[in-house]
């Protein structure tokens, strides 16, 4: 069965450390998205990719980096959190023609 | 820039009455219409679709209808259930997708 696995499901972090999001897909779907979703906002793009070692910038790409170092996994990263990055985070994979993406449940990170 | 807008924000209806969800966007090269319905503390799942060269498509109650000259559609619900109470994204795919702001729907046994 198609899936996205997001690690962690909740992580509370402390402003200016290092947060690792990670994404896993059993899909062999060549692209995969970040994103994350704020009231009011509804599902924004940080970064997406279209294969193994590729990474681009989405439209709110600003204090993320993003590594996809196999077709399985794609990793969202936050070198120097702040309290702003305190959202709730969806990974999501999806084939080349960029149709309907399949999203993961999602990981809910607070910066304090 | 808000490429995809859906009206209302939150919308509530009676069990049984017909719910309808809007959806406007404004890139023209934007191709396929996915309809997104997320459950508190789920990611979104993909609901119902279109693409550009049809004008309806219909699933069980749930029925998008499509008008592509002015760049608006819309998700209509019938003989909603209390099960249907979920946030609703309208989506809009060309090079890339882009998703809009969502409508709450709460349906009142």
């Known amino acids: 069965e198609a899936a996205v696995t997001q690690s962690p499901r909740n992580k509370v972090a402390v402003t200016g450390g290092k947060v690792t999001l990670s994404c896993n897909q059993t899909?062999?779907?060549?692209?995969m998205y970040w994103y994350r979703q704020d009231t009011g906002h509804g599902l924004r793009l940080i970064h997406y990719?279209?294969?193994?070692?590729?990474?681009e910038k989405g439209d709110i790409p600003d204090g993320y980096k993003a590594s996809r170092p196999s077709q399985e996994n794609f990793s969202l990263i936050l070198e120097l959190a702040t309290p702003s990055q305190t959202s709730v985070y969806f990974c999501?994979?999806?084939?080349?023609?960029?149709?309907?993406?399949?999203f993961g449940e999602g990981t809910r990170l607070s910066v304090l | 820039q808000q490429q995809v807008r859906q009206s209302p924000q939150s919308l509530t209806v009676w069990e049984g009455e017909t719910a309808i969800l809007n959806c406007s966007y404004e890139?023209?090269?934007?191709?396929?219409f996915p309809w997104y319905q997320q459950f508190p503390g789920e990611g979104p799942a993909l609901l119902i679709s279109?693409?550009?060269?049809?004008d309806k498509k219909e699933d069980g109650r749930f029925t998008i209808f499509f008008n592509k000259r002015e760049k608006k559609l819309s998700l209509h619900i019938t003989d909603s259930q209390p099960g249907d109470s979920a946030t609703y994204f309208c989506?809009?795919?060309?090079?890339?997708?882009?998703f809009g702001a969502g409508t709450k729907l709460t349906i009142k046994p």
């Open positions: 890139d023209s090269t934007f191709n396929y």
């Open positions: 989506a809009a795919s060309g090079e890339k997708i882009t």
């Open positions: 279109i693409r550009s060269v049809s």
């Open positions: 990719s279209y294969g193994a070692g590729s990474t």
């Open positions: 999501a994979s999806g084939d080349v023609n960029n149709q309907a993406p399949l």
């Open positions: 899909n062999n779907h060549n692209n």
